[in-house]
């Protein structure tokens, strides 16, 4: 039995792709329950009106979610 070294495990690229499917996770969550919830409590015309509303909302937090992970390369850029 060879006791081979493993490899140095990558904390960042982990926390990043965690950070991708949690993000792709709320936002699909957002737009599909949302968008059925009202659909099932208001109707078809009121769950395309939602739509609109949570594809915005939705809009705003890949926004965020950008502009945060720009920063984060920035300042890990000039270190």
């Known amino acids: 039995m060879t006791n081979k070294p493993s490899e140095p495990t990558d904390y960042r690229r982990y ?3 965690t950070d991708r499917r949690l993000l792709l ?11 059925a919830l009202i659909g099932i409590v208001y109707g078809g015309w009121a769950a395309a009106t939602g739509l609109i509303c949570l594809l915005a909302g939705a809009g705003v937090i890949l926004f965020l979610w950008l502009l945060l992970t ?3 390369r920035w300042v890990n850029k000039s270190e």
């Open 70 to 72: 720009v920063i984060e």
């Open 25 to 35: 996770a709320v936002v699909g969550f957002l737009i599909v329950v949302g968008g």
């Open 15 to 17: 926390r990043a792709e």
